[in-house]
């Protein structure tokens, strides 16, 4: 089983649908991240999260440690948001910057 | 500021051959996560390089090699080369074990 599970693997919505992302893991984390991947590879950060939510524009990350579970919301979503988003987590035994990741979620937002 | 750079974005090899591969982290950064990502393995992670010492290894055979230089700038080496190394290659810097800051990729080809 993998430390990190996302659901679904595969999304498509109409433009202006609210969607969530689900992120599960297994482990002890000290953080953990949302990621957008574009067709061609480039990745962003999108959130860093350890506890609670946040909010940047369209997009909403909550994270609620004791269930070991975060989500990921788009509100009003357009194509340009159609991508791969990837949950990672730092573990909280290692030290430095090493992300497990989960396998992604494809996003399609069609007009 | 200027981005992570990633060098060269694209390589095409043979077999038994070696490549190496370069990132210059944002200003300022001294941690240089490298990454494979594969259609079938996903994301996962190589090596950490922060003030110029191994921080952090993956689960990768000895030919993935890698070194960090006194301007934090990062090299990754892989030796012997192999179909499945066949891949995307992604270097993240951060400050400490802060946020990561992705490059582009480079996408390497083994025939």
């Known amino acids: 089983k993998n430390e990190v599970e996302q659901s679904p693997q595969n999304l498509t919505a109409q433009e202006g649908e609210f969607i969530t992302i689900n992120c599960s893991y297994s482990v002890g984390i000290s953080a953990l991240h949302w990621l957008q991947q574009h067709p061609g590879g480039g990745i962003v950060s999108l959130f860093m999260?350890?506890?609670g939510k946040k909010k940047h524009g369209r997009l909403i990350a909550t994270i609620n440690i004791q269930e070991k579970h975060s989500s990921l919301h788009i509100t009003a979503s357009h194509p340009r948001d159609s991508a791969v988003y990837i949950c990672a987590v730092r573990l909280r035994e290692t030290s430095g910057s090493r992300l497990t990741f989960g396998e992604g979620t494809q996003l399609t937002v069609n007009p | 500021k200027a981005g992570v750079t990633q060098t060269p974005r694209y390589l095409i090899k043979t077999r038994g051959q070696q490549v190496t591969l370069s990132c210059s982290p944002i200003s300022g950064h001294r941690s240089v996560s490298w990454y494979q990502q594969t259609p079938g393995q996903g994301l996962q992670f190589l090596f950490e390089y922060f003030s110029e010492t191994q921080r952090n290894k993956g689960n990768f055979p000895g030919r993935f090699s890698g070194r960090q230089f006194s301007n934090s700038r990062s090299e990754m080496n892989v030796s012997t080369l192999e179909l499945g190394d066949s891949a995307l290659y992604l270097c993240?810097?951060?400050?400490?074990?802060?946020?990561?800051?992705f490059g582009p990729g480079t996408r390497l080809t083994v025939t």
């Open positions: 999260l350890s506890s």
């Open positions: 993240a810097s951060s400050m400490s074990s802060y946020e990561q800051y």
